[in-house]
Structures are given as structure tokens and as C-alpha cells.
């Protein structure tokens, strides 16, 4: 059994910067995802994209953002089970929680956090004959673009006509040797400037347009080697490594939606005016999983959410104690690995 403070369930940005704050507090966290890596929805959907709208930064990388709050929480040694869906949480007689994944790996804490984003993502698939042998193993069939390496000087065919088919079809331009957009009207519903630059491209002969179009069916027998397309009632056959239908995702709750919990319009209910804890005294709910008037689905929002909820922790954890708030300049951090951050002591210089 993993013993711990706060238990977090989604290792997102929310889930990730908690354990910094939970840290500078002195209590330990462990977090589990159901995707293998953390990151959440920056990781899993938008890794290359810029973020514009995190304090401090004009610009941020989502994946970078999110290697930055993974180095920052290091120093409080996270303990985490990836890979794992959380689908069981126990309230003791004693106020602690046991938290049981889909694979039977128990967590005991004092406190859950749930970080769990829009819950497990699920992506909208095409309805096509042999769609399941050609998703499976490398078969060709991708529906995310988790490394884009994988399709250095390889055939693409894409489609979708939103914002993600446009953003990849673009990227990948420059690392595929053919990028085929295929979509079933002659307007996109994604960002002007997208849409432009995926124009430019197809002038320039570096993405091959189909539209409206549609891809029917497959041929290949260990994989893909090329998609039978509709266009304009005809057919056509384009010869592909792999076929990557942008259709958007659609978010499900899962377990989250079984525990008890209050849930409004696929959310948890929180008590926002105070510390972001559900109905159920000792579980929290923040980032994106959370609902509360005015409610924002925004980073920075969930840093904030965060960091109130480890301090009703605190509090839960130490009744009676009182918690001075402490400046990170003027403390500094004392990580569990033994290391100690400050900031230089002034010098005074005397004046003779
Ligand atoms: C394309 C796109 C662009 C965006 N751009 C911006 C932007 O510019 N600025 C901004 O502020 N926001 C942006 N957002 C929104 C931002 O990504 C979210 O607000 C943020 O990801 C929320 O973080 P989170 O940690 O609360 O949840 P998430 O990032 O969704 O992470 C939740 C995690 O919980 C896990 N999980 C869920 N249920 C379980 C379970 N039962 N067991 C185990 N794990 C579970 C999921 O696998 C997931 O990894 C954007 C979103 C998208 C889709």
C-alpha cells in the first residue's frame, strides 16, 4: 500500500503544481494518471503549441511548461502511478482514503485532490470497415501526434477540418515527405491564419488538399498502404503510411462520476469561496475537473485552486495549528531530497 499525504488523481498542470505547494507546507503527495506521461491535456493534446496567457512567461511551450513544473516539484519527490485510471476511493472511519486504480494498486491518504481535467479523453472516430485491426501496434491508423519523429519522411493522410488537422497538417509538412489533407467541405472551422498558411503550403506544393472529401476504406494486409477516398461522388485510392482522423475528442468522466460526488454539467461542484473541497470532506476537486460560479478553465485558475485547497489540507492535516504564510524569497525552500533553496543573503557594505 502507498501511504502519503494528498493523494492526486491527474498528473496535469493542476495536479503537478499542487505538489509544489503541498511541499512548501511539508506534506508529501503521490499522483496517478491514466495516460503513461504527465501532463494532461498540454501533454496528451497540444505539447507544440505556445501558451501566451501563463504569468511570467509571453510565451511557453506546453510541453516546456510542463517539464518546468515537473523540474520545480522534483525537490518534493512526487511519488506517481501512471498509466493507471483511478477507479475507487474508500472513506475510513478514521477520515483517511483509500484510492484503488483500474490495475488494483491501493493508495492510502489523508487528503484526495482531484485533478482529473475533463476526465479520460476519447477520440472521435471515423466509421470504417477494419478500423480496429489498422489502429492496433503501429498499424497506421494514429489519432494523436504524440512524437512527431514518427513521421519523419513518412506518407500522412489527415482529416478533420478543425483547428488540429489544420496545426498538424502544417507541422508535419516539414517532417513527412507527403501530407495529405482530406475534408469533407471546402471551409475549415479553424483559425484564420491556419487556414492561410495551409493554403500557402498547398501553393507551394508541400500539402495536398482534398476536398470535400472523404476517406472510405483501406487497403493493405499487415498495414496501411493507401486510403480509398470519396471525392465529389468519385473515387480515388492515395497511397499512405498513415491515416490520422482529426475529429476532435470527447472528454468522459469515467470513475470520477461514481464516487459520490456532486456533479453539475460533467463537473464536480465545489465550495469555491473557501478551499475547493466537494461534498465529501477531505476530497477536493481543482483545475478543470471543478465547477463553481464564474469558473474559468484556465491554467492559471487551476495554480490558484491548488494552492488553496494544500492549505485546507494543512489545516485538516494539523487542527489547531497555526500556518504563518511564508514568502518563498524570504524562507526559501527546503526540499525532502535535503536541498535547500535561498536567495543570497544582502550584502552590507560598510562605508568608511
Ligand atoms: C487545444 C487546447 C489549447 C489550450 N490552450 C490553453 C491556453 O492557451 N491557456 C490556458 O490557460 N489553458 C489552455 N487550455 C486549457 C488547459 O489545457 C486546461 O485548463 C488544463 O489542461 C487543465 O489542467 P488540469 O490539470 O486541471 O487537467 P488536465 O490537463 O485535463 O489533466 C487531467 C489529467 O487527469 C487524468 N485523469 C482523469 N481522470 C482520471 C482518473 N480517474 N484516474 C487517473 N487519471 C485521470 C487525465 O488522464 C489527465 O491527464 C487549452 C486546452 C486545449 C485543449
Redesign the pocket.
Known amino acids: 500500500m502507498i501511504e502519503t499525504d494528498i493523494v492526486i488523481?491527474?498528473?496535469?498542470?493542476?495536479?503537478?503544481f499542487a505538489v509544489f505547494e503541498a511541499g512548501l507546507l511539508k506534506l508529501k503527495c503521490h499522483i496517478?494518471?491514466?495516460?503513461p506521461q504527465?501532463?494532461?491535456?498540454?501533454?496528451?493534446?497540444?505539447p507544440k503549441?505556445p501558451?501566451?496567457?501563463?504569468p511570467g512567461y509571453p510565451s511557453v511551450g506546453?510541453g516546456e511548461l510542463i517539464d518546468n513544473l515537473m523540474e520545480q516539484i522534483k525537490q518534493f519527490q512526487p511519488g506517481f502511478t501512471l498509466g493507471?485510471?483511478?477507479?475507487k476511493i474508500d472513506k475510513l472511519d478514521d477520515g483517511t482514503f483509500i484510492v484503488t486504480?483500474n490495475k488494483g494498486t491501493a493508495h492510502k491518504a489523508k487528503a484526495v485532490a482531484?485533478?482529473?481535467?475533463?476526465?479520460?479523453?476519447e477520440p472521435r472516430k471515423p466509421i470504417l470497415k477494419d478500423l480496429e485491426f489498422y489502429e492496433q501496434e503501429d498499424r497506421g491508423v494514429e489519432y494523436f501526434v504524440k512524437d512527431p519523429e514518427k513521421f519523419r519522411g513518412k506518407k500522412v493522410v489527415i482529416s478533420g477540418g478543425g483547428?488540429?488537422a489544420l496545426d498538424w497538417s502544417i507541422f508535419l509538412s516539414n517532417v513527412a515527405s507527403e501530407v495529405t489533407l482530406v475534408h469533407r467541405r471546402n471551409e475549415f472551422r479553424g483559425a484564420l491564419d491556419s487556414v492561410e498558411k495551409v493554403q500557402e503550403l498547398k501553393s507551394a506544393g508541400k500539402i495536398k488538399m482534398i476536398t470535400p472529401g472523404e476517406v472510405i476504406g483501406f487497403k493493405g494486409s499487415e498495414r496501411i498502404e493507401s486510403v480509398d477516398i470519396e471525392v465529389n461522388g468519385a473515387r480515388m485510392n492515395v497511397v499512405t503510411d498513415y491515416f490520422i482522423p482529426l475529429f476532435g475528442l470527447t472528454p468522459k468522466?469515467?470513475?470520477?462520476a461514481n464516487w459520490g460526488l456532486e456533479i453539475e454539467k460533467n463537473a464536480i461542484k465545489v465550495n469555491n469561496a473557501l478551499d475547493y473541497q466537494t461534498n465529501i470532506e477531505g476530497i477536493y476537486a481543482?483545475?478543470?475537473?471543478n465547477t463553481y460560479p464564474g469558473k474559468l478553465?484556465?491554467?492559471?485558475?487551476?495554480f490558484h485552486e491548488a494552492t488553496l485547497m494544500c492549505q485546507s489540507v494543512y489545516n485538516r492535516i494539523n487542527p489547531g495549528k497555526k500556518y504563518v504564510l511564508k514568502y518563498t524569497t524570504v524562507s526559501g525552500i527546503d526540499g525532502f531530497d535535503g536541498s535547500r533553496k535561498e536567495a543570497e543573503k544582502a550584502v552590507v557594505k560598510s562605508i568608511d
Do not use: M, R
Open positions: 488523481i491527474g498528473a496535469g498542470p493542476t495536479g503537478l496517478i494518471d491514466g495516460l504527465p501532463g494532461g491535456q498540454l501533454t496528451e493534446l497540444y503549441k501558451i501566451f496567457d501563463i506546453a493507471e485510471i483511478a477507479e486504480t482531484i485533478a482529473g481535467g475533463l476526465g479520460s479523453f483547428d488540429s468522466l469515467g470513475p470520477i481543482i483545475g478543470d475537473v478553465k484556465l491554467i492559471l485558475c487551476g
